[in-house]
């Protein structure tokens, strides 16, 4: 059996398909940047709003939540394509879609949804 035709008869094989394995590795990579983003525990702003309004503005929350959340999330859509890609290619259609279409709707509606909150004044 030659190169070619093993790449034809293998889902595993040929250059997209090792781009879409390596991608997996992304999604621990979120977990990661996800916890560490979330290590310090920040004020509750309805009871210390003083004290969480310092919070919120200091250069470390500000990293951390660019990084953290922001780029973490980013990591987290992208290993979640390269998951659907895997899946797809070894015949699972269905496990696919479900996992990426929950992933890339939650981040989407849940960054609206904090984007329209107001910052403080009553609990929402």
């Keep these: 059996m030659t ?3 093993q790449q034809s008869t293998s889902p595993d094989a ?5 781009t879409a394995r390596l991608g ?3 999604l621990p990579v ?7 983003g979330t290590i310090t525990e ?6 210390k709003p003083a004290a969480w309004s310092r919070f919120v503005t200091t250069s470390e929350f500000l990293a951390s939540h660019l990084v953290g959340s922001i780029l973490g999330a980013a990591i987290g859509a992208l290993g979640m394509v390269a ?6 290619r070894r015949g699972h259609q269905q496990g696919a879609r479900r996992p990426l279409a929950d ?3 939650s981040d989407v509606t849940s960054d ?4 329209s909150r107001p910052a403080g004044g009553r609990g929402w």
Aim: aromatic share 10%; net charge positive.
């Design 103 to 105: 992933r890339l709707t």
């Design 3 to 5: 190169m070619s035709t």
């Design 42 to 47: 920040q004020p509750p702003w309805q009871t």
């Design 30 to 36: 979120w977990a990661a940047l996800l916890c560490l």
């Design 14 to 18: 040929g250059p997209l398909a090792r």
């Design 83 to 88: 998951l659907g890609a895997v899946l797809a």
């Design 24 to 26: 997996v590795w992304a």
């Design 112 to 115: 609206f949804t904090d984007a």
